[in-house]
């Protein structure tokens, strides 16, 4: 099995910055895809960033020039630094991996959520 553990979050005025992180542990072959979603309450749960194995990111328009996804690929972690962050940034926020396990089989896996507020 696999479990993903996320570390990071709290409370940060306007403007401020945090990082979360978000580690991967268990029979791992090899963690592909990852990512972060965000969800605040009422809402749908949202990709906001993504990255590729090779260190390709993506990112929301609404997070792009102020939030930076990275990786490392030997301790199974994905970082997501936030910074010049805003009031609307208010959510739970969730890694994913797309996983390989020593069975074979790939999957994808959830972070157990890790809140970020942003107070105006």
């Known amino acids: 099995q696999v479990q993903l553990v996320e570390s990071g979050g709290g409370l940060v005025q306007a403007g401020g910055s945090l990082r979360l992180s978000c580690a991967a542990f268990g029979n791992i072959v090899r963690t592909n895809a990852m990512g972060w979603f965000r969800q605040a309450p009422g809402n749908p749960r949202d990709l906001i960033a993504r990255?590729?194995?090779?260190?390709?990111?993506d990112y929301a328009d609404s997070v792009k020039g102020r939030f930076t996804i990275s990786r490392d690929n030997a301790k199974n972690t994905v970082y997501l630094e936030m910074n010049s962050l805003r009031p609307e940034d208010t959510a739970v926020y969730y890694c994913a991996m797309t996983i390989l396990l020593d069975n074979e089989k790939e999957s994808d896996y959830w972070g157990q959520g890790t809140q970020v507020t942003v107070s105006s």
């Open positions: 990255i590729t194995r090779d260190g390709r990111p």
